[in-house]
């Protein structure tokens, strides 16, 4: 999401490549942008550019699994809190977790992602 909010030209022609495959940004990572904001202005304009995508929420079920997974890999694999939960929310909804963070979400069984472009 950053990199699209960033205008970068591969993030650009990937979310152009889906065509009218919906997009949607989890809860989490909405508030993982907005603790990113330096201002009220970026805040705002964050706000406004994730009107476009429907905001997706974990089920009780899918917290139940993000705990299990925490607690199991955070040591070993440092995975994060955030993350299982992000990762957990994408397999309960059976969608795929577009992301560069490859390393930290191998570990969750079921979940399948993509990088959408090579960095």
């Known amino acids: 999401m950053?990199?699209?909010f960033r205008?970068?030209?591969?993030?650009r022609f990937w979310l152009h490549s889906l065509g009218t495959e919906t997009l949607g940004v989890t809860g989490f990572t909405v508030m993982e942008l907005l603790q990113?904001?330096?201002?009220?202005?970026?805040q705002q304009k964050v706000q406004k550019r994730l009107l476009a995508y429907p905001v997706v929420w974990p089920q009780p079920i899918d917290c139940e699994r993000a705990l299990?997974?925490?607690?199991?890999f955070h040591l070993s694999d440092?995975?994060?809190?955030?993350?299982?939960?992000?990762?957990?929310?994408?397999?309960?909804l059976q969608m795929t977790l577009v992301t560069f963070n490859?390393?930290?979400?191998?570990?969750?069984s079921h979940l399948q992602t993509i990088q959408p472009y090579v960095r």
């Open 78 to 92: 440092n995975l994060g809190l955030l993350d299982a939960l992000i990762a957990q929310t994408a397999v309960g």
């Open 36 to 42: 990113g904001c330096r201002n009220q202005l970026e």
């Open 68 to 72: 299990t997974t925490y607690a199991y």
């Open 7 to 11: 205008n970068h030209l591969p993030a």
């Open 102 to 108: 490859t390393k930290h979400y191998r570990v969750v």
């Open 2 to 4: 950053i990199d699209i």
